[in-house]
């Protein structure tokens, strides 16, 4: 609030407020469509529910990471239960409205045993990972981390990978939106 507080009368008379975003962090349980967008449902840590809309417009983010897609989340939620969110709530709205969606990332790491096609690689232990289209894929140095392409991956490099797991046996188990080919499997 920016104001001038008056002595004499002892109030503070303010010209401007600024409105902070109410934050929820939870687990997205539900996702149904809605007229404009979703309605997201959210039970926090002390079980309360929470449903919150989010307009059609407004992306969804892996934490530490860009846009992921609605349909790819709700197909997991759908398929494997709760996943992790922070929601920032526009403080213009009168019903909840997410300002922002932000879904905690999962991790999971591995060798490359085999290059599969549509970007799929299993890792050694079988698991099979799908690098989204417009992932992060970093070279990371012990001087630098050099951005590269999915080309750069090779059978035998060790990743470190951040995104989502999928628990459903439809040949992936894991959508990786972060990938970090470790300098030690390219040594």
């Known amino acids: 609030m920016i104001g001038k507080y008056d002595v004499d009368n002892d109030v503070f008379r303010a010209i401007a407020v600024f409105l ?3 934050k929820i962090i939870g687990d997205l349980t539900l996702i149904e469509r809605a007229t404009g967008g979703v309605d997201l449902t959210i039970v926090d840590d ?3 529910e929470f449903n919150v809309f989010l307009n059609e417009d407004t992306p969804v983010y892996l934490q530490g990471d860009g846009e992921i897609s609605l349909g790819l989340l709700n197909q997991l939620v759908l398929n494997c239960g709760a996943k992790r969110v922070s929601v920032d ?3 213009e709205e009168v019903e909840p409205t997410a300002k922002e969606v932000r879904v905690q990332q999962e991790r999971t790491y591995g060798e490359v045993v085999e290059i599969l096609r549509n970007r799929v690689l299993r890792l050694e232990g ?3 990972v799908r690098i989204q289209e417009g992932a992060t894929i970093m070279l990371n140095r012990k001087s630098s981390d050099i951005p590269v392409d999915f080309d750069s991956i090779r059978v035998g490099d060790w990743l470190t ?3 989502l ?3 459903v046996d439809s040949g992936v188990e894991f959508y990786a939106f972060i990938a970090l080919i470790n300098e030690s499997s390219t040594e």
């Open 165 to 167: 797991s999928d628990c």
């Open 126 to 128: 079988g698991k099979l």
């Open 46 to 48: 002390e079980d309360n």
């Open 20 to 22: 902070e975003s109410q």
């Open 161 to 163: 990978l951040f995104g």
């Open 89 to 91: 709530l526009d403080p």
